[in-house]
């Protein structure tokens, strides 16, 4: 008996949806989702768009980082600035799509910095400075910039910048290559393959697969 093209369809998904490397129970969310506008970003006396969910802290990075990790989310800082075109397409373009704010809203935390800021921020290694200092400290050229953090930084604890780094995302990336690295960062793909563009590119077959089937059962 023949298997119904909708199965055929759906299986490909489900084989793309699977990295190299992943188990039936590393299944990752679907490349694509329910892209209904939310809330708007609230715009700051700072000159910064802020998402409601963001970290409000005592801006100690270690503190912050233990709190993420015992409420099982992995730890990310933004830097922004104002009048930053690529920060307001950010909020009013990528995270205004439903299915990446909540991913990112429910996956990890995310303390907002400002590049050019004067609030005192406390480093991995204990040292404290003023937001801009830190941004330099780090090397940030570009808003915005996210910085994704390991999830683990035992015995690292004098450590700061690229030991304790994931990765970074720069400037004005896409919808999906923004939800995309979230993805790969959130579910540790990292471990089993280094390259992102690899991953990325599964993910964009998968979206054009579920944009192609969705166009087709309207027809």
Known sequence: MPVPRFCETLLLILFIALPIGATVAETLPPAIGVSEPIAKPVKGDDG???????NESFLDLREDFREAKAAGKRFAVVFEQRGCIYCTKMHNEVL??????NYVRENFAVLQLN?????EVT???GKQMPEKKLAERWGVMFTPTVVFFKDKIDGLDAKWGQPLEVTRMSLGVGPGTFFDLFVWVRHKIYE?????QRFHLQRYDERKMLTEAKAGGAQ
């Open 96 to 101: 205004a799509r439903a299915y990446i704010n």
């Open 48 to 54: 910064l768009f802020h998402q409601p969910w963001f």
């Open 192 to 196: 089993k393959d280094r390259n992102f």
């Open 115 to 119: 590049m050019w800021g004067s609030r």
């Open 123 to 125: 480093d991995f290694d």
